[in-house]
T-cell receptor
Framework: DAGVIQSPRHEVTEMGQEVTLRCKPISGHDYLFWYRQTMMRGLELLIYFNNNVPIDDSGMPEDRFSAKMPNASFSTLKIQPSEPRDSAVYFC?????????????FGPGTRLTVL | ELKVEQNPLFLSMQEGKNYTIYCNYS?????LYWYRQDPGKSLESLFVLLSNGAVKQEGRLMASLDTKARLSTLHITAAVHDLSATYFCAVDANFGNEKLTFGTGTRLTIIP
C-alpha cells in the first residue's frame, strides 16, 4: 500500500484566498483524521470521520475551516478565507479499530504558508 | 479532559549514553502509542502498548506501560546520532471514541 497520500505537499497563498488540502487514506481504513501542527500549539486534532461521516469537529478553529469526505478514498480540508495564522503543517491520518487498536498512520503533510 | 504530559521537552545527550523519556497521562487507559517525527517529516508509528506491563523493544529503543501509575517510558540505550528526532506519546482514552491525545513531544538531539 502507498500509505496515506496528501496533496499538495507545499502551498503558499495570500491572505483571503481559498485553500483546499486533499487526502487519500489507506485502503480499508474506516477512520480519517485531520491534524494541524505548529510550534506554538503542537499537534491538534481538527476533525475526524468514521465511514465518511464526521464524528467530531470540535477542534475546527472556526467557520473558515470545513472538511468533507465524499467517499472512502478521499477527503478535503478547506480554508476560506485563509489568514496568516493558519500557516502550519496539516496532516491527514487514517486508521481502523480492528482488534481494538487505534493506531493511526500519518500522511506526509501539507506545509501551508499564508502571506 | 485527558491530559498527556511528556518530559523532558528537550533532551540533548551524547552518543553512547542511556536516557529515558517519560509520558504521564491523567485518566484510565490501557492503550498507548509512541511515534517518531524527523525534522520536516511526518509521524511514524514506533510502538503500540496495549496492556499493563507491556514492553516493546526495537533496536536501541524500549517502551513500557504502567497503567496503574498512568505512565509510559521510552528508554534509549547507547544512543546513536540517527535516533535524533522528536518523540510523541499518544493515549487512547477508552472514552468510546477514536481520538488519540498526543503529548507535547520530546525533541531528542544526540551529539556525536
Amino acid at each position: 500500500d502507498a500509505g496515506v497520500i496528501q496533496s499538495p505537499r507545499h502551498e503558499v497563498t495570500e491572505m483571503g484566498q481559498e485553500v483546499t488540502l486533499r487526502c487519500k487514506p489507506i485502503s480499508g481504513h474506516d477512520y480519517l483524521f485531520w491534524y494541524r501542527q505548529t510550534m506554538m500549539r503542537g499537534l491538534e486534532l481538527l476533525i475526524y470521520f468514521n465511514n465518511n461521516v464526521p464524528i467530531d469537529d470540535s477542534g475546527m478553529p472556526e467557520d473558515r475551516f470545513s472538511a468533507k469526505m465524499p467517499n472512502a478514498s478521499f477527503s478535503t480540508l478547506k480554508i476560506q478565507p485563509s489568514e496568516p495564522r493558519d500557516s502550519a503543517v496539516y496532516f491527514c491520518a487514517s486508521g481502523t479499530r480492528d482488534r481494538g487498536l487505534n493506531e493511526q498512520f500519518f500522511g506526509p503533510g501539507t506545509r501551508l504558508t499564508v502571506l | 479532559e485527558l491530559k498527556v504530559e511528556q518530559n523532558p521537552l528537550f533532551l540533548s545527550m551524547q552518543e553512547g549514553k542511556n536516557y529515558t523519556i517519560y509520558c504521564n497521562y491523567s485518566t484510565t487507559s490501557d492503550r498507548l502509542y509512541w511515534y517518531r517525527q524527523d525534522p520536516g517529516k511526518s509521524l511514524e508509528s514506533l510502538f503500540v502498548l496495549l496492556s499493563n506491563g507491556a514492553v516493546k523493544q526495537e533496536g536501541r529503543l524500549m517502551a513500557s506501560l504502567d497503567t496503574k501509575a498512568r505512565l509510559s517510558t521510552l528508554h534509549i540505550t547507547a544512543a546513536v546520532h540517527d535516533l535524533s528526532a522528536t518523540y510523541f506519546c499518544a493515549v487512547d482514552a477508552n472514552f468510546g471514541n477514536e481520538k488519540l491525545t498526543f503529548g507535547t513531544g520530546t525533541r531528542l538531539t544526540i551529539i556525536p
